[in-house]
């Protein structure tokens, strides 16, 4: 096995695949390749892969349904690769449980900054993505306070080094991407991160201050917080967590009194 895991490359492409397999072995990974989806999918179950990077346009079945059969049995980093930039693509795919999703032709170094941004942020939970341990609930409802690597806010417990998330007690399975995000405006305790900012909380350092912020950047971020507030049962309406500031970006609600 690589130093960093193994690493399986779902691409018909030739010279696309050729391309990733050497990318991904300079970085450290033990590399396996399919050329289409079912042995992808075949693929990523024998070899307990920790990164995939899944083509959309398969000649077999598309790159959404092998996201969607990956993740009955694996919390592999998935980032999807496309010849398309359509809004609809991404977001899919972000929904299907994607963690990143990259528009061809790609820079190999943007490839591998991502994929070794993701890396730094480990994910605790196993199986799946809809699964964590639960975090420390002690003290829970006091906003935005640290009771050790746990910050709370309204019954909702985020466990910095565990990096695990709980309501209330019951644990909620995240994304990398969304646990970054929640973390980010929780230690916030109320003030506005725009959506550039948020961008660059999920890209990792590649973005720096003077990257270009692309409005499909700024839609994958609103992706994620919908689904955030999907998991956390958001009443729109009268949010206790996730607020919108119109034009902008996002905050912490207030706290309320439990």
């Given at each position: ?124 939970s196993s199986g799946s993505s809809d699964k964590a341990e639960a975090p420390s609930t002690a003290g829970a409802g006091a906003s935005g ?114």
């Amino acid at each position: 096995m690589g130093d960093l895991g193994v690493a399986v490359v779902i691409e018909d492409d030739v010279d696309v695949r050729n391309l990733l397999d050497a990318v991904l072995q300079q970085a450290g990974f033990e590399v396996h390749s399919a050329g289409n989806g079912r042995d992808g999918v075949d693929v990523a179950r024998q070899r307990q892969a920790n990164v995939i990077t899944l083509d959309v346009g398969l000649p077999d079945i598309d790159g959404f349904e092998v996201l969607r059969r990956i993740r009955q049995f694996s919390d592999a980093y998935i980032v999807m690769l496309t010849g398309r930039g359509e809004e609809l693509d991404t977001i899919t795919a972000l929904q299907g449980g994607a963690d990143d999703y990259i528009v061809k032709p790609f820079r190999p170094r943007e490839l591998r900054a991502r994929i070794t941004a993701m890396l730094r942020r480990p994910r605790v939970s196993s199986g799946s993505s809809d699964k964590a341990e639960a975090p420390s609930t002690a003290g829970a409802g006091a906003s935005g306070s640290r009771r050790g690597t746990v910050l709370q806010h309204n019954g909702l417990a985020l466990d910095t080094e565990t990096r695990t998330v709980a309501l209330r007690g019951t644990p909620l399975g995240l994304t990398r991407s969304e646990f970054d995000l929640l973390h980010e405006l929780l230690k916030g305790t109320g003030a506005v991160r725009t959506r550039a900012d948020l961008v660059r909380v999920v890209r990792g350092e590649y973005y720096g201050e003077d990257t270009y912020i692309s409005e499909a950047d700024e839609r994958a971020v609103e992706v994620h917080i919908g689904n955030l507030r999907r998991k956390l049962r958001e009443d729109a309406q009268d949010p206790r967590w996730l607020v919108t500031v119109r034009g902008v970006g996002y905050r912490l609600a207030p706290k309320r009194a439990e």
